[in-house]
């Protein structure tokens, strides 16, 4: 089912022959352009025009009243229920152990002479989860706790409206947004819901400072368009699983995960890291016994079909460290022995899963790890969703009168070099005084 992509006599350069797919933000941003425009022009009226075109109803309430949130979280499941709460913790116990920056002491550079660090949580933010192939509810926990654990003091949530529950979001999605105590929730889907943030709705919306969250190649487009007026997190595609394994791996195991992420998405990438044909053509079994049984058997097909996906071959587990570094894996697992050896040289992934039993799903719900994460190749230069994405650096600068007098001359000297007396001139006129 999946091509091979012979890489043993390869040396070097592996990006070049690594698999993956198309994503033509820049395409998408002609087609979103408009959709924001429209928001940033005309408010309400464009949001409720967009959810007829897109989503095919329009809710009576683009904001979604607390009774419905509450309501949504009273009619869980029970055991859905305390698996959400479990989730929630341990995401929580992770932000508030790893991830929260103490603010640390002033550095002192001479006599008066200090510099500070503050961590400053941004003011508001607009967090949007999919709710197109899979309503993704789990996406509410890693925007929301980490942004809380930050001291995020406005948290906003949006969310397409579902035909099927009368122009709500998916009621998972309000239920979790309730148990985090959040109640600003927007039943508004795609870019317009980026423009919505990002411009603001008067009566309806406040604009926010930073927007987070994955979403199609359109909320990708939307969020490279408003990028400046607000930041953001990534521009996040298709979703992506690498495995380097080796001929202890389960090829059950391998199999099972790689379908996991091509449920996805059509475009999902699917990519199998092996020093072992014999574990390749075992996966590759299991995959033609797994795959049937699924639900979503076409989406499936269709993504480990597709030229994303692939089994490549190296020489050994050394070339095959050399290669997911090079292809920079959003989710990478490591199922060969001396699993935690192997996963320790790795530099490149958005997150690691080592051992047979830390499949990606564990980390999409309940590992306690964000799943918010970049793809692409993005993870050589760019990490996942944290508490410190909801975080600004500020230095704070004291200086005495004394302290400035003591490293005047090379501050002179340094602005006059770069024909900029006025610096120089700021300096001066405090040693005179």
Known sequence: MLRVLDLTSVQGAYRDHLPRG?????????????????????????????????????????????????????ELDPELAAAFDESIRRRRQVAEELERDPNPA????????RVGLRNIPVDRVGLYVPGGLAPLASSVIMNVVPAQVAGVGSIAVASPPQKEFGGLPHPNILALCHLLGVDEVYAVGGA???????????????PVSLITGPG????????????????????????????????TADPAYVAADLISQAEHDPLAASVLITDSQALADAV???????????????????????????????????????????????????????AEAVANRIRNAGAIFVGDHAPVSLGDYSAGSTHVLPTAGCACHSSGLTVRSFIKTVHVIGYTAQALEAIADGVEK????????????????RRQR
Do not use: W
């Not at 058997?297 to 290669?323: F, K, P, Y």
């Not at 006059?416 to 610096?423: K, N, Q, R, S, V």
């Open 22 to 74: 198309e994503f033509d933000v820049e395409a998408a941003v002609d087609i979103v352009r408009p959709i924001v425009s429209a928001v940033a022009d005309r408010g309400e009226e464009a949001l409720r025009e967009f959810s007829e075109r897109f989503d095919h109803v329009v809710p009576e309430s683009l904001r979604v009243p607390a009774a419905e949130l509450a309501k949504a979280a009273d």
């Open 106 to 113: 002033p550095a002192v550079l001479a006599d008066g002479a």
């Open 192 to 206: 317009q819901a980026v423009a919505m943030f990002a411009h603001g709705v008067e009566g309806l919306c406040e």
């Open 216 to 247: 199609n190649i359109y909320v990708v487009a939307a969020k490279r368009l408003v990028r400046g007026l607000v930041g953001i997190d990534s521009e996040a595609g298709p979703t992506e699983i690498a495995i380097v394994a080796d001929d």
């Open 284 to 338: 590759q079994t299991e995959l033609g016994r797994q795959v049937p049984a699924m639900k979503h058997l076409d989406r499936i097909t269709t993504a480990l079909t597709g030229e994303q996906s692939a089994v490549v071959l190296v020489r050994d587990i050394d070339q095959a460290v050399e290669v997911a570094d090079a292809y920079a894996a959003e989710h990478l697992e490591i199922q060969t022995a001396q």
């Open 414 to 429: 340094f602005a006059l070099a770069e024909d900029l007396p006025g610096h120089a001139a700021a300096i001066t006129v």
